[in-house]
């Protein structure tokens, strides 16, 4: 009976356009165990189908709608692409070379295919975490074109309580408004909405207005165009002002992200590159007016920059969601210490990478006098002190938080020993410099290649290790990223090197 209504009020062309209004955005929807607008949800939803936070030129929530209705008799024609990464799961579906996805109804001929080929790995590698998020994502199709991957709130006697879509809409419901209005669907999805406010409040909306805003999308414009005038304008209050504004959009932007997931901005990949950029930027803009000294501020905007560029570019390797905590993280004093200190011990040491390969460039390509290398020299060190005390600071600080949560101060866990590493890494190279038997024409190759124990502690353990008890921090799909980045910078200190052996090697 609701399929004839939904048929007779309104018709198939019409439909998508009458029902799934723009107004259903705002709409609250439970869903990973928070609550969050619609639009949230069927971005998020098509960003873990497709790759896309948008399906054709047709706004996200517009698709979801449509594809919830499919189960009651209302045809939304919408076939979605389904991401497939692995080149061996490519194979076993046999995807066009040079394709990266397959529409869901050719897919799915191939479930029991995906299914016995994920049931005959023993070892969990990548080959089979692709199959089962592959699964995972057909799964995901079925349940929204079953009306089964939107909930909406029903309030009765002051409690709200959350159903499906094919829950939620009920004959006796349609029956009840169409009485009141033409357009019985549109005031019943209203209603429900008045009603979850009065009694749970609107604060989901906050998260509608962070992600129409997108804070961070113009941090990256606004710091692209400082990182111009710090180079291009020598007055230091031109650069310091604009890295200013960079400061105040990224902390209206973390401000929201914790108001919204009620926790510090520092739980997963994405937010530690966003915590870690600004930062940087904050340690930059102190050093800058401390020291005099713009090359700090450069290399604060710059890497700024580059964390920016992948919290916006890079959503397949950072998801970009605000998801619950673990029970691991949920203790808010060992968040705002250790996480945080280790972070910023990153930034202060990614400070004296940028600013090491910025010095080298220089050197290889224009030269630098000795009074100019002695300063740039300094200006490492002394990124290099602050990110080391940091460091062990965020260390000792982890081996509480570790007994306070696994009852062991230290295990030889992979993040605990890669963070050791760098540590000791980092204080031979500090402790050379101090002895002088590092010369200041290694310092610069030394300092810039000890990051890559920085990236193989900060990324390489969550995307190729992937094993330990820091598993709430593990993800997918940067190997590539980190490979890339260890070929370059590698093959750039060699470049470097064999360019000045004699004096390198003397």
Known sequence: MLKFLLLSLFSVSAFGQTLCTPELATMPTLSGGRVKPLVVLAEETLRFVTGKTQFGDEPATMTFCRLSFDAMGVASNIDLPVKIEHVDVKKLVDLTPGDDSMVASKLVNYSETLRMAYAGIKENNAYKKEINRVMNRLQTIDAVKGSQGWTLPEVQAGKVKWLPLGEFLTEQKIAVLKAQSADPFALLFANAKKDYIAAEGDTFMLEHTYHKARPFVWALLLSVLALGLAFAVKAPWVGLSAAGLVLALELAGMVLRIFISGRAPITNMYETVMFSGFGALILS????????????????????????MMMKFANNMLDPSISPLVPVLRDNFWLSTHVTTIILSYAALALSWIIANVVLVRQTFK????????????????????????????????????????????????????????????????????????????????????????????????????????????????????????????????????????????
């Open 285 to 308: 803009f102190v050093l800058m007016v401390w020291k005099k000294e713009r090359l700090f501020l450069i290399g604060g905007l710059a890497y700024n920059v580059l964390c920016l």
């Open 367 to 506: 030269g630098s006098t000795s009074s100019e290398t002695r300063t740039q020299m300094e200006q490492i060190y002394t990124c290099m002190k602050v990110g080391v005390v940091l460091l062990a600071a965020g260390i000792i600080l982890g081996g509480v938080w570790a007994d306070y949560s696994w009852g062991r101060f230290w295990g030889w866990d992979p993040k605990e020993t890669w963070s050791l590493i760098v540590l000791l890494v980092y204080m031979a190279i500090l402790h050379g410099r101090y002895s002088n038997w590092i010369t200041p024409v290694r310092f610069a190759p030394l300092a810039a290649g000890a990051f890559m124990s920085v990236m193989m502690a900060w990324f390489g353990v969550n995307y190729i290790l992937a094993s330990g008890l820091h598993s709430y921090g593990f993800s997918e799909g940067g190997a590539i990223f980190l490979g890339s980045f260890f070929a370059i910078q590698t093959g750039f200190l060699i470049f470097v090197v064999l360019k000045d052996r004699k004096a390198f090697f003397k």
